[in-house]
């Protein structure tokens, strides 16, 4: 039996796919994608607590503290944790969540 790999990409995070202060495992390499805001940096994770995987357009924020957490070659960034900040915010005049990510340590068990 010959397995077919799905081609599909998975589907972007949004902020219901999420609670504040989740941990979402970034599960390939960081790539930057064109998009219709200009370029944007794309992670590719995995919710730990619901298991649920997506694409994730990080905003500026989120990447700047990512790059400098870790380092500015995406290939670095795999197998690292960012937890999920939710945060009400205006948005070109609408009320709505704003996903922000901080890298996460995880704590080393003596």
């Known amino acids: 039996m010959v397995e077919i790999p799905r081609r599909g990409k998975e589907p972007w995070l949004k902020a219901h ?9 970034i599960v390939a390499p960081a790539y930057v994608q064109d998009g219709r805001y200009g370029e944007r940096t794309v992670v590719n994770v995995t919710v730990r607590r619901t298991g649920d995987s997506f694409r994730w357009s990080l905003n500026d924020t989120t990447s700047d503290r990512c790059r400098d957490a870790w380092s500015p070659d995406g290939r670095g960034w795999e197998d690292k944790v960012i937890k999920v900040q939710k945060i009400k915010q205006v948005v070109r005049g609408e009320e709505k969540f704003v996903l922000y990510g901080v890298p996460f340590k995880e704590p080393v068990l003596a």
């Open 17 to 25: 796919h999420v609670e504040n202060h989740d941990l979402v495992l």
